[in-house]
Nanobody
Framework: QVQLVEFGGGLVQTGDSLRLSCTAS????????MGWFRQGPGKEREFVAA????????YYADPVKGRFTVSRDNAKNTVYLQMSSLKPEDTATYFC?????????????????????WGQGTQVTVSS
């Protein structure tokens, strides 16, 4: 079992930056690829960013490319989402998720079904 806890959400203004953190209870954190998803009011959960086990490869959804950066520190069992130039449409609950290491991750990182473990979410609100 892996437990995930997100930190860092809050209320910010358009153009501000915010960094989310997600800490995992996994014994070997590098056994898991990590993803960030978000869910806005009345919307489905959508992919935001993902990072492979040792941080070599990252993936981003088109709306956040160039503004968000995903990274990880395996020594701290933590994955980060640095968000810059925030927009009101970024308002959502942000979830981190963990997927057990596998060779097919590159083809399914964007799919919620790929991830077996989820955090409880942290709210990000961007005011205009």
């Amino acid at each position: 079992q892996v437990q995930l806890v997100e930190f860092g959400g809050g209320l910010v203004q358009t153009g501000d930056s915010l960094r989310l953190s997600c800490t995992a209870s996994a014994r070997t954190f590098s056994n898991y690829a990590m993803g960030w998803f978000r869910q806005g009011p009345g919307k489905e959960r959508e992919f935001v960013a993902a990072i492979t086990w040792f941080g070599i490869t990252t993936y981003y959804a088109d709306p956040v490319k160039g503004r968000f950066t995903v990274s990880r520190d395996n020594a701290k069992n933590t994955v980060y989402l640095q968000m810059s130039s925030l927009k009101p449409e970024d308002t959502a609950t942000y979830f981190c998720a963990a997927a057990i290491r596998g060779s097919s991750f590159s083809g399914r990182y964007f799919n919620t079904a790929t991830y077996g473990y989820w955090g409880q979410g942290t709210q990000v609100t961007v005011s205009s």
